[in-house]
């Protein structure tokens, strides 16, 4: 049973590859090749939100 991600984004507070920030790379793994798929969206300290992706390697919800 899929649980819903979190309605906030977590804040990252570390740098982050900008690929991972666009969505062109897996946000946990940073794999380029499989098919990517949304898994909701973090905010940086500064503020800004980004909507991230993953290849299935990690569940949605991002917990760091
Ligand atoms: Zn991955």
Do not use: Q
């Not at 940073?30 to 993953?54: H, R």
């Not at 290849?55 to 917990?63: M, Q």
Request: proline content about 11%.
């Amino acid at each position: 049973m899929a649980t819903a991600p979190p309605d906030t984004a977590p804040v990252i507070d570390r740098p982050v590859s900008i690929a991972r920030l666009h969505g062109e790379a897996c946000w946990f793994c940073g794999n380029v090749t499989k098919d990517l798929l949304p898994a909701g969206s973090i905010t940086l300290l500064g503020g800004t939100c980004w909507p991230i992706v993953t290849c299935g390697c990690s569940p949605a919800a991002v917990t760091k």
